[in-house]
């Protein structure tokens, strides 16, 4: 009885901390814009941008025009192409353009979404054979830590599985050097609420979350192009068009982000054991991280971005 009032207890703070905007950080997101353009899921880099422009006057689509030459569809709602490089087929593959606002899909098409102080926005033509939609990426890090999403920054809070207070730390001392406090949850409790997720821990434990548990599904349903197996021991990473193309196994790490349903994003910073989590913290920066949609980490600590595209 009293194991059941603890963990009542604990979901009852956690939610307590959640409705006050524990994780919120100090004041409302600030800082310039920033625009980069690149295709085949960011390996290939066409163009980058900063202004200073926001605050209600500035959408996703007038801020690509604004360095580049774009062709609109849909009544110049979406767009076509960008530098002569437009949406279609290539090599029999289905190509089209995609953007990211913090590292999150957008929902609305580039004219109607509104763009705000700080937002990183990232535009790539990639694939889609595979995976329609993305709903997230970790290549706009610190974002959507950092900014949060629609100009309004979001709590965070860090899942810790068992034994990983560690390195839940260091996650957590990684954030604060960007400005974002998080708060912590527990593994195995559900409630997404209305902010960010960090899952840390190994795979075995990480694996039972229901938004982490899509990644085992493949990108169809995740969005990303690497596979956990269920025992947890080991990490495939696959290529765009869905295949293996590298599988590593005791000591491999991975940093991903997904969500469930029109739930905020989960980011999975996992890996095989206590030595690949962390490979995977050691992965958190920006410099490592950019224009990549996924990365895997191997046992000699090689990064490798999610989908291989060699």
Not at 246 to 260: D, K, W
Not at 285 to 303: K, M, Q
Request: glycine fraction near 14%; charged fraction near 15%; include cysteine.
């Amino acid at each position: 009885m009293a194991a059941r009032k603890t963990a009542a207890g604990l979901v009852m703070a956690c939610a307590a901390m959640l409705a006050t905007g524990c994780g919120l950080g100090a004041g409302t997101p600030s800082g310039e814009l920033s625009l980069r353009v690149t295709e085949n899921f960011g390996t290939q880099q066409l163009g980058h941008l900063s202004s200073a422009k926001a605050g209600g006057e500035e959408t996703a689509m007038r801020q690509l025009q604004r360095g580049h030459s774009v062709g609109t569809r849909f009544s110049g709602r979406f767009v076509q192409s960008v530098n002569g490089k437009s949406a279609g087929t290539e090599s029999g593959k289905p190509v089209d353009w995609f953007f990211f606002v913090n590292g999150v899909e957008s929902p609305t098409g580039a004219a109607e979404t509104v763009l705000h102080a700080g937002d990183s926005v990232w535009w790539d033509r990639r694939d889609w054979s595979q995976a329609v939609h993305v709903p997230a990426v970790v290549g706009s890090w610190p974002q959507p830590f950092r900014s949060g999403l629609k100009g309004k920054r979001l709590p965070v809070r860090i899942i810790c599985a068992p034994g990983f207070e560690r390195e839940c730390d260091a996650v957590e001392a990684l954030l604060a050097k960007q400005g974002v406090t998080a708060s912590r949850g527990l593994a195995g409790i559900a409630g997404r609420g209305s902010g960010l997720r960090l899952l840390v821990g190994d795979w075995k434990a990480l694996g039972h979350d229901p938004t982490g548990s899509l990644l085992e599904s493949g990108p169809g349903l995740s969005g990303v192009y690497a596979k956990p197996s269920a025992n947890g021991q080991s990490i495939a990473l696959l290529n765009a068009g869905g295949q293996v193309a590298a599988q590593f196994g005791a000591g491999s790490g991975l940093v991903a982000a997904t969500n469930e349903g029109d739930a905020q994003p989960t980011w999975i910073v996992s890996g095989t054991d206590h030595s690949g989590v962390g490979r995977a913290i050691s992965a958190l920066n920006a410099s490592t991280l950019a224009s990549r949609y996924a990365v895997v980490i191997a046992p000699d600590g090689s990064v490798h971005p999610a989908p291989e595209t060699n």
